[in-house]
């Protein structure tokens, strides 16, 4: 990934855990250290995501669906495509 994918990617994450607490806010300062893609995806293959979460964030972060997109892509709702992806930001931010 090059860096200007990377820190759309990081922009993305940040973006989407605001407001939640302060155990997001210490993800979020954890994530805006890491300055590599190496070690991103390093930490996402450490994070255990189950299918529908990988691929809920997959089209959220890759590909830059809605989630009504990707509720339509999925047969899943958009309220369900949004829980997953902040079901699997919380799941990343626990392995940083």
């Known amino acids: 990934m090059s860096a200007p994918?990377?820190?759309?990617?990081?922009?993305?994450?940040?973006h989407d855990q605001a407001d939640?607490?302060?155990?997001h806010m210490e993800t979020r300062a954890?994530?805006?250290?890491i300055s590599d893609s190496?070690?991103?995806?390093?930490?996402?293959?450490?994070?255990?995501l189950d299918?529908?979460?990988?691929?809920?964030?997959?089209?959220?972060?890759v590909?830059?669906?809605?989630?009504?997109?990707?509720?339509?892509?999925?047969h899943i709702g958009e309220r369900t495509a949004r829980r997953r992806f902040e079901t699997?930001?919380?799941k990343i931010g626990d392995n940083l």
């Open 38 to 48: 190496k070690t991103f995806w390093r930490t996402l293959d450490d994070t255990v």
């Open 5 to 14: 994918g990377l820190a759309r990617l990081l922009m993305v994450l940040l």
């Open 30 to 33: 954890r994530l805006s250290e």
């Open 88 to 90: 699997a930001l919380a």
């Open 63 to 74: 590909q830059h669906k809605s989630f009504m997109e990707i509720g339509d892509l999925l």
């Open 20 to 23: 939640r607490g302060s155990a």
């Open 51 to 61: 299918r529908e979460e990988y691929d809920t964030a997959a089209l959220k972060v």
